[in-house]
Nanobody
Framework: QVQLEESGGGSVQAGDSLRLACAASRRTFSDYAMGWFRQTPGKEREFVAGITNSGGNKYYADSVKGRFTIARDNAKNTLILQMNSLKPEDTAVYYC???????????????WGPGTQVTVSS
């Protein structure tokens, strides 16, 4: 089992940047593919970005491609989401999650952090 905790959320203006981090509890962090998801009230949790366990392959939702970058540091058990050119529609609670293979569906992920709020004002 791995415990995850997000940090770095906050309130920003449109066009600003934020950097989210996800700290993992286990030294076997590198065994897991990781993903970032987001959710707004009344909507399903949606895939934002995913990365393979080695970091060699990355995947993005079309809505964030070119603006967000996912990365990981396996030596520090840390997952990163760099968010640039933020838009009001990026407002959501952001979650990191761990799986045994990168997937776009929340049901494929076994472990989740509690989430961090990102609010983007116009």
């Amino acid at each position: 089992q791995v415990q995850l905790e997000e940090s770095g959320g906050g309130s920003v203006q449109a066009g600003d940047s934020l950097r989210l981090a996800c700290a993992a509890s286990r030294r076997t962090f590198s065994d897991y593919a990781m993903g970032w998801f987001r959710q707004t009230p009344g909507k399903e949790r949606e895939f934002v970005a995913g990365i393979t366990n080695s970091g060699g392959n990355k995947y993005y939702a079309d809505s964030v491609k070119g603006r967000f970058t996912i990365a990981r540091d396996n030596a520090k058990n840390t997952l990163i989401l760099q968010m640039n050119s933020l838009k009001p529609e990026d407002t959501a609670v952001y979650y990191c999650a761990a799986s045994y293979g990168v997937a776009r569906y929340p049901s494929n992920y076994y472990y989740w952090g509690p989430g961090t709020q990102v609010t983007v004002s116009s």
